[in-house]
C-alpha cells in the first residue's frame, strides 16, 4: 500500500472543515475532525508488527523528478513510534478540545484547518526519508504552530508570542537547510538512509563540521534548547489543547526526532556528543531552575517541558558513547539510547495530560494564576488527582512510568564518568551532578505545580468563576493518559519491545541489526546501587527545599529583566525594525528628483561599466555618411531650440521651443530618407504642442510666468554624464554590428513575401504586426486613463457641490 | 554625419535629463518629450544614415539603396507610444494641479506622516 499519500490526509480532510462548520454548525466540527487522527492511529498501528521484527516499510511518489525531489515516506521503529505519538495525542488533543472551545464562540473552522495542517507536517517530518521533503514539512510546522500561537489574534500576547516562536524556529529551519545541502554535498544523495554507510567517510569531509552544527542549530532551536527556548514560554498563548499537543507532545520533539534520526551520520564525532549531551543538560537544569520563577500554570509547564526536552536531548547525545567502545552489551552505556526513547514515550504521556489538566483549571477557574490558586482538591477531585499522577511521574516517583526512565537516565549519565574519549574522563564527572541538580528542581516544581494549585487554602474571592469539576467529556482525554502512565510502570518491557527497542535500533545500527539484540531489561527494583541513592537524595533534598520554597522562591526577583535572553530577543527585533526603517528612510526621501537621480546613475554605471568590461567601444570612421549643408543648418535649430527650453523663463517659450525641436527632428526625417516618420512626427507634434498649451497655459489658476531654473550642479553633472554615456553608446552602436541586421531580409522578401512596396509599413502590419497591436493597446489604455482623469475631476465638482 | 549626430544625441539626453531633475512639473514632461527625441535620432544613427533612396520598393533601386527600413519601424511605433505617454503626463499634471493647486515638485512629496 502506497502509505505515503496518508500523510496528506489530514490536509486533505482540512480542506473539507470550512464547509461542515458552515453547514453542520450545530454538530460540533471537533467531532468531524477526530475521525482523521483515530483512523490514522488505527492503520499505523497495524504496521506495528513489522517495526518490532526490526523490518522497515518504503512507500514514495516522486514530485520534481528533474531535481531528484521526492516523498519517501520510510516507517522503521523510530518513525513509527512518532507516528504513533503524533496520531495517538492528536486523537486525544482532539477529544478534549471538542470541550475546550465553545462551538458558538470560537472559529473552529480556522482552528481545526490549522490543527490538521499541523498533523500532515509533523507525519511528513517524521516519515521523509528526503532531505528537501523533510525540511519542507519542518517549515510547515513552524507556520501552522505560528497560526496556532496566533489563534486569538486580537490579543497582543498572543501575536506576539507568534512572531517570536516563527522568528525563532524559521531561523533555525533555514540553517538546518544550509546543514542538509552540505550533507547532500558530501554524500551526494539526498536519503538519509544512503547518508549514513557513507558516515565513516564524510567524517573528515572540511564541510562535515558546519553540517553537524546548522543541522543542530535546526534542532535545537525547534526543540527549544538552551538559549532559543525563549519562544516556548511565550507560545502558551495558544489555546491549550494546542499547548498539550504542538508545545510538549509533539512539535517540540522534531528536534529530538532530529538528532536521533541523523545520530548515525554524525556518531563519530566528538563535538556531536559533546554538544547535544553539554546543551541538553545545561538545558535540563536551567529550565528546571527557572520552572519555579512561573506564576503562571502553563508557563511552569512550558519550562518544565524545557527542561525535560533538554533532558531526552543530552541521552541522545550520551548514547553516542556507544559507538566508541567495544562489547556494548556488557556496558552501561548501552542504557542512553534506549532511556531517551522511553522518557520521550513517558514524557509525551504525562506532560499531556499535565497541560489539559492546566486547561481545565483555567477553563474552570478563569486563571492560571497559581498565587490566585489553591484548594481546588475538593472540588475538582479528578483532576487533581490526574494532576497528581502526571506530577509524580515527571518528579520521577514509583510508581509511574517516569520512575523508571528517570532511574535510567541517571544510570546513563553515571556511565559517562567511566568514558574515556573526548576528554571525558576529565570533565564527565560534571554530568551527573548537573543531573541530579536538574532533577532536584524538577522534584520541587513538580510538587509546587500540583500544590500550590490543589492544595492549600481556597480563595474563592480571588477566582473570576467558581470553581467546580471539568465536564466529563473535557476529563476523558487526562484521565486516559493518567492511566497510561501508571499501566507503562508496570508493564514497562512490553512497551520496551513493542515501541522502544525498534526505535533504538534506529538510533544506533552499528550496534544492533536486530530490536531483539538491544539486552536490556527494565525493572522498578536494582537493589542498592548509586542510582537509588540519587534518587533517594533527590526526594529528601527535593522534599526539603519544597518545604521551604516559600522562604527562598522570591530570590528569583533578583535576576534583572534587562539581561535576560528575552530582552536580547527584544533589542534585536526592534534594532532590526528601526534600523531597515532608518537605512530605507536615508535613501527614500519622497523628491522624485532623489529618484531620478538613482536611476540615471545606475544608467551610467550599467552601460559604462558594460562598455568597459565587455569592451564593447568601438569607434569607426570608414562608413560615415556626408555631412550636408541642410544638416548642418537643421541641427544648429535643434540644438538652439534645445538650449532656449533650458534657459526660457516662460512656460510659452519652452512649449514652443519643444515644438521646434520636434520640427527638426521631422526635417531629420525628411533628410535620412524616412518619409513616413516625417510625416507622423509631424502631425504628432502639431497635436503635442496644441495638448501641451491648453493644459499649461489655459490653466488660470497657474501663474504663466515661471522663474528661471537655476543651476544646479549635481543635476548637471548626472545629466552630463547620461550625455556622454549616449554618445558613447550611439558611436560604438554605428562602428560596429555583432549580428548581421534583419534588414536586409525584409528588404529582399518584401514584395515577393508581403506582397507591399513600403518597407517600413509592411514591417509595422505584417512582419511586426504583434507589436503593432499593443501599440495600439497601449494607445487605448493611455485614452481611457485621461477620460477617467477628466471625469473624475467632474463628478467630484458634483459633489462638493452638493455639499454646500 | 554620424559622429555629429553622435555628439547631438547626447546634447538632447543631456537637457532632457537635466530638465527631468527640475523641480517643476512642466519641465520634467518637457524633458521626457526631450529624451523620446534623443531616443528616436540615436535610434536612426545606429542604423547608419545612408541610403540613397527612401525604403519603398521603385523601379531601377537597388536593394543596398534603400535607407536601413527596421530603425524606421521602431522609431514609427516609439512616436505613437511617447505620444501616448505625452499625453497622459499632461492630463495627468493637469489635474494635479486643479486637486493640489502646485506644480512644484518638492511640494508634492509624500504624506504628512512621511519624514
Known amino acids: 500500500m502506497s502509505f505515503v499519500f496518508l500523510i496528506f490526509l489530514p490536509l486533505l480532510a482540512a480542506l473539507f472543515i470550512p464547509l461542515l462548520f458552515k453547514k453542520l454548525g450545530k454538530v460540533h466540527t471537533g467531532w468531524f475532525v477526530l475521525i482523521v487522527p483515530v483512523a490514522l492511529f488505527i492503520y499505523y498501528a497495524s504496521l506495528l508488527p513489522t517495526t518490532i521484527d526490526g523490518g522497515n516499510l518504503v512507500s514514495e511518489f516522486q514530485w520534481i523528478p528533474s531535481l531528484d525531489i521526492a516523498f519517501v515516506a520510510y516507517i522503521d521503529g523510530l518513525s513509527l513510534l512518532f507516528t504513533l505519538l503524533i496520531t495517538g495525542i492528536g486523537a486525544l488533543v482532539v477529544l478534549y478540545s471538542i470541550f475546550y472551545l465553545d462551538k458558538h464562540r470560537e472559529q473552529l473552522h480556522n482552528f481545526y484547518v490549522y490543527l490538521l495542517m499541523f498533523m500532515t507536517a509533523m507525519l511528513g517530518i517524521v516519515q521523509s526519508d528526503h532531505l528537501i521533503t523533510l525540511y519542507l514539512f519542518w517549515e510547515l510546522t513552524s507556520i501552522s504552530s505560528f497560526l496556532l500561537i496566533g489563534y486569538w489574534y486580537t490579543r497582543d500576547r498572543s501575536r506576539f508570542g507568534a512572531l517570536k516562536s516563527m522568528m525563532i524556529t524559521v531561523f533555525g529551519g533555514l540553517m538546518m537547510l544550509g546543514g542538509f545541502v552540505l550533507l547532500s554535498i558530501m554524500g551526494n544523495t539526498y536519503s538519509i538512509r544512503e547518508l549514513i554507510p557513507q558516515a565513516p567517510e564524510m567524517v573528515s569531509h572540511d564541510f562535515f563540521i558546519w553540517a553537524l552544527v546548522l543541522v543542530l542549530l535546526g534542532a535545537f532551536t525547534k526543540s527549544a534548547q538552551f538559549p532559543f527556548y525563549i519562544w516556548l514560554p511565550d507560545a502558551m498563548e495558544a489555546p491549550t489543547p494546542v499547548s498539550a499537543y504542538l508545545h510538549s507532545a509533539t512539535m517540540v520533539k522534531a528536534g529530538l526526532y532530529l538528532v536521533a534520526r541523523l545520530t548515525p551520520v554524525f556518531v563519530i564525532s566528538g563535538t556531536w556528543m559533546w554538544l547535544v549531551?553539554?546543551?541538553?543538560?545545561?538545558?535540563?537544569?536551567?529550565?528546571?531552575?527557572?520552572?519555579?520563577?512561573?506564576?503562571?500554570?502553563?508557563?511552569?509547564l512550558a519550562f518544565s517541558t524545557v527542561s525535560q526536552l533538554g533532558l531526552i536531548m543530552s541521552l541522545l547525545g550520551a548514547s553516542a558513547a556507544g559507538y566508541h567502545v567495544d562489547n556494548i552489551a556488557e556496558t552501561t552505556f548501552k542504557y542512553a539510547g534506549f532511556a531517551a526513547i522511553f522518557h520521550l514515550i513517558n514524557h509525551a504521556v504525562f506532560k499531556g495530560s499535565l497541560f489539559m489538566i492546566a486547561g481545565i483549571v483555567d477553563h474552570e477557574t478563569g486563571t492560571r494564576d497559581i498565587r490566585k490558586l489553591g484548594g481546588l482538591m475538593s472540588l475538582m477531585p479528578i483532576s487533581f488527582t490526574v494532576a497528581m499522577i502526571g506530577a509524580f511521574s515527571m518528579a520521577g516517583l514509583p510508581p509511574f512510568g517516569g520512575f523508571l526512565s528517570k532511574e535510567m537516565f541517571l544510570t546513563a549519565m553515571l556511565s559517562l564518568t567511566e568514558f574515556d574519549l573526548f576528554s571525558m574522563d576529565v570533565w564527565g564527572v560534571l554530568f551527573p551532578i548537573v543531573a541530579w541538580l536538574g532533577s532536584v528542581f524538577t522534584f520541587i516544581y513538580s510538587f509546587y505545580f500540583v500544590f500550590h494549585t490543589f492544595a492549600?487554602?481556597?480563595?474563592?474571592?480571588?477566582?473570576?468563576?467558581?470553581?467546580?469539576?471539568?465536564?466529563?467529556?473535557?476529563?476523558?482525554?487526562?484521565?486516559?493518559?493518567?492511566?497510561?502512565?501508571v499501566v507503562i510502570f508496570f508493564i514497562p518491557n512490553l512497551v520496551g519491545d513493542w515501541l522502544v527497542k525498534p526505535a533504538v535500533m534506529a538510533i544506533q545500527p552499528f550496534l544492533y541489526s536486530s530490536p531483539g539484540e538491544v539486552d536490556i531489561h527494565v525493572s522498578a527494583w536494582h537493589g542498592f546501587n548509586t542510582e537509588l541513592f540519587m534518587t533517594l537524595g533527590i526526594f529528601a533534598v527535593g522534599g526539603l527545599m519544597y518545604w521551604t520554597l516559600r522562604k527562598w522562591q522570591k530570590s528569583y526577583d533578583r535576576f534583572p529583566d534587562s539581561v535576560s535572553l528575552n530582552a536580547l530577543y527584544d533589542n534585536l527585533m526592534f534594532l532590526s525594525d528601526s534600523g531597515a526603517n532608518r537605512f530605507s528612510m536615508l535613501y527614500m526621501t519622497g523628491f522624485i528628483r532623489s529618484y531620478l537621480v538613482y536611476m540615471f546613475s545606475f544608467v551610467i554605471f550599467i552601460l559604462l561599466g558594460t562598455l568597459y568590461l565587455a569592451e564593447a567601444f568601438a569607434f569607426d570612421v570608414s562608413n560615415l555618411a556626408p555631412v550636408g549643408f541642410y544638416e548642418i543648418v537643421i541641427l544648429v535649430a535643434l540644438i538652439g531650440s534645445t538650449l532656449t527650453i533650458l534657459f526660457s523663463k516662460s512656460r510659452l517659450t519652452a512649449i514652443i521651443a519643444l515644438g521646434a525641436v520636434g520640427y527638426s527632428v521631422a526635417l531629420f526625417f525628411v533628410i535620412f530618407r524616412a518619409p513616413d516618420l516625417a510625416l507622423t512626427q509631424l502631425v504628432i507634434e502639431t497635436i503635442s504642442v496644441a495638448l501641451f498649451l491648453l493644459a499649461f497655459y489655459h490653466l488660470p489658476q497657474i501663474s504663466r510666468k515661471e522663474e528661471r531654473m537655476r543651476f544646479r550642479f549635481g543635476n548637471a553633472l548626472v545629466a552630463l554624464g547620461v550625455g556622454i554615456t549616449m554618445t558613447l553608446v550611439a558611436l560604438s552602436a554605428h562602428s560596429q554590428k555583432a549580428l548581421p541586421s534583419i534588414s536586409e531580409f525584409y528588404k529582399e522578401t518584401v514584395y515577393s513575401e508581403a506582397g507591399g512596396g513600403n518597407i517600413v509599413n509592411v514591417i509595422l502590419v505584417d512582419y511586426r504586426g504583434f507589436d503593432t497591436l499593443f501599440e495600439i493597446a497601449v494607445l487605448g489604455i493611455a485614452g481611457i486613463g485621461i477620460i477617467t482623469m477628466i471625469k473624475l475631476r467632474l463628478t467630484k465638482k458634483e459633489g462638493q457641490h452638493e455639499n454646500k | 554625419m554620424e559622429i555629429i549626430m553622435s555628439v547631438a544625441i547626447g546634447f538632447l539626453f543631456m537637457a532632457a535629463v537635466y530638465l527631468m531633475l527640475s523641480k517643476s512639473l512642466i519641465r520634467i514632461i518637457i524633458g521626457t518629450g526631450l529624451l523620446s527625441h534623443g531616443a528616436h535620432l540615436l535610434l536612426l544613427t545606429m542604423g547608419g544614415l545612408g541610403g540613397n533612396s527612401p525604403p519603398v520598393v521603385a523601379e531601377g533601386v537597388s536593394v543596398s539603396d534603400y535607407a536601413d527600413p527596421l530603425p524606421q519601424a521602431l522609431i514609427l511605433t516609439a512616436i505613437v507610444i511617447s505620444f501616448a505617454v505625452t499625453s497622459f503626463f499632461l492630463v495627468l499634471a493637469y489635474r494635479s494641479y486643479q486637486e493640489l493647486g502646485t506644480d512644484n515638485m518638492e511640494l508634492l512629496r509624500g504624506t504628512e506622516d512621511h519624514e
Do not use: N
Open chain 1, 277 to 300: 549531551a553539554g546543551v541538553g543538560l545545561f538545558t535540563m537544569f536551567w529550565g528546571s531552575f527557572f520552572a519555579l520563577k512561573q506564576k503562571d500554570l502553563k508557563g511552569i
Open chain 1, 456 to 485: 492549600g487554602k481556597h480563595k474563592p474571592d480571588q477566582l473570576p468563576k467558581p470553581a467546580h469539576e471539568a465536564p466529563i467529556g473535557m476529563l476523558i482525554s487526562p484521565v486516559f493518559l493518567a492511566l497510561l502512565v
